[in-house]
């Protein structure tokens, strides 16, 4: 009977919706810099020298360059393009996928679509003062739901696809770690927290103002902000009850914000603006947070719903 119930437990919780999904197996610097805890991705540049290390051996490869090496350490140069590369590392029992992005430069940018992918203006239009310095990220299909962080994926920042592909996104990655460092700190208090719901990341110009918000320097058009909620498995589409009050409302909301506020104290992750919101017709309410560098809060209302209890 007991093994018929480990195979029960093992198809439950073992499949590709395992609620704990795995972080990086191994510890990697990039150029001699550490990729900061829970991290999938790092960002190069066209052409750039690049120092892969690693305090154990590993075998090393980059499928799509026909790069290959074995060791600590793993150098090589990128072509002078822009491009999203898988980098694999492996040893006996263990093998790692990394997402390496070299974006593609603002310098390139000059109308106001991709190849097809509408982008509007930054800024009024006529100058390139207000260009995302980070460039635009060029995602495929293969590619689009990679993960780039323990819980995260390219997808969850790119809420709504514009005609076919490629798509491309800017994104800060400092914004990723902080939402796994968030993820973290709430669990530390409230260990059924699982998943990160992202309901707006980057947006373009064409549209944010498409949904009607008129402001052209929102920190969602520089991939440097996220809308979400922390929510257990499996996911029911609404953020939990973190403070434990018996009830969803904004207070779970500021809850979030405040572990993001002692992980700011703390230096551990980028210093940003952030805020709690209501509920609203369509959903519960979600958290504003971003890394612009300095701390602002803004106001919002309690709650649209008259007493939501759980």
């Given at each position: 009977?007991?093994?018929?119930?480990?195979?029960?437990?093992?198809?439950?919780?073992?499949?590709?919706?395992?609620?704990?999904?795995?972080?990086?197996?191994?510890?990697?610097?990039?150029?001699?810099?550490?990729?900061?805890?829970?991290?999938?991705?790092?960002?190069?540049?066209?052409?750039?020298?690049?120092?892969?290390?690693?305090?154990?051996?590993?075998?090393w490869s980059i499928p799509d360059l026909d790069l290959n090496?074995?060791?600590?350490?793993?150098?090589?140069?990128?072509?002078?393009?822009?491009?999203?590369?898988?980098?694999?590392?492996?040893?006996?029992?263990?093998?790692?996928?990394?997402?390496?992005?070299?974006?593609?430069?603002?310098?390139?940018?000059?109308?106001?679509?991709?190849?097809?992918?509408?982008?509007?203006?930054?800024?009024?239009?006529?100058?390139?003062?207000?260009?995302?310095?980070?460039?635009?990220?060029?995602?495929?299909?293969?590619?689009?739901?990679?993960?780039?962080?323990?819980?995260?994926?390219?997808?969850?920042?790119?809420?709504?696809?514009?005609?076919?592909?490629?798509?491309?996104?800017?994104?800060?990655?400092?914004?990723?770690?902080?939402?796994?460092?968030?993820?973290?700190?709430?669990?530390?208090?409230?260990?059924?927290?699982?998943?990160?719901?992202?309901?707006?990341?980057?947006?373009?110009?064409?549209?944010?103002?498409?949904?009607?918000?008129?402001?052209?320097?929102?920190?969602?058009?520089?991939?440097?902000?996220?809308?979400?909620?922390?929510?257990?498995?499996?996911?029911?589409?609404?953020?939990?009850?973190?403070?434990?009050?018996?009830?969803?409302?904004?207070?779970?909301?500021?809850?979030?914000?405040?572990?993001?506020?002692?992980?700011?104290?703390?230096?551990?992750?980028?210093?940003?603006?952030?805020?709690?919101?209501?509920?609203?017709?369509?959903?519960?309410?979600?958290?504003?947070?971003?890394?612009?560098?300095?701390?602002?809060?803004?106001?919002?209302?309690?709650?649209?719903?008259?007493?939501?209890?759980?």
């Amino acid at each position: 009977m007991s093994g018929v119930v480990m195979v029960l437990v093992f198809l439950l919780f073992g499949s590709a919706d395992d609620p704990l999904p795995a972080g990086p197996v191994f510890d990697i610097s990039v150029n001699n810099i550490p990729l900061k805890q829970h991290m999938m991705a790092f960002v190069a540049s066209p052409g750039s020298r690049m120092r892969l290390s690693c305090p154990d051996s590993l075998s090393w490869s980059i499928p799509d360059l026909d790069l290959n090496g074995t060791g600590t350490e793993f150098s090589f140069t990128l072509p002078r393009s822009h491009g999203t590369y898988t980098v694999n590392a492996s040893d006996e029992s263990s093998i790692q996928e990394w997402i390496m992005i070299v974006p593609l430069d603002k310098n390139q940018f000059r109308t106001a679509s991709l190849n097809s992918f509408p982008v509007g203006f930054y800024g009024d239009g006529n100058s390139r003062d207000n260009l995302p310095d980070r460039g635009f990220i060029e995602l495929w299909p293969d590619i689009f739901h990679a993960r780039i962080s323990t819980h995260l994926s390219f997808s969850d920042f790119l809420g709504h696809t514009e005609g076919g592909w490629p798509q491309y996104m800017v994104l800060d990655l400092r914004l990723v770690h902080k939402l796994e460092c968030v993820l973290a700190e709430v669990a530390l208090s409230y260990p059924e927290a699982r998943d990160i719901h992202c309901i707006s990341g980057f947006r373009t110009p064409a549209y944010n103002a498409a949904i009607g918000n008129d402001t052209g320097f929102s920190l969602h058009l520089y991939g440097a902000a996220s809308d979400f909620w922390i929510e257990g498995w499996p996911g029911n589409d609404l953020i939990d009850d973190l403070d434990r009050n018996k009830r969803i409302d904004v207070f779970d909301g500021e809850f979030i914000v405040a572990a993001s506020r002692r992980l700011e104290a703390a230096g551990e992750v980028a210093v940003g603006g952030g805020s709690a919101y209501r509920w609203i017709t369509s959903h519960g309410p979600f958290v504003h947070l971003d890394t612009r560098g300095s701390a602002p809060v803004w106001q919002t209302r309690r709650s649209l719903v008259d007493n939501p209890v759980i």
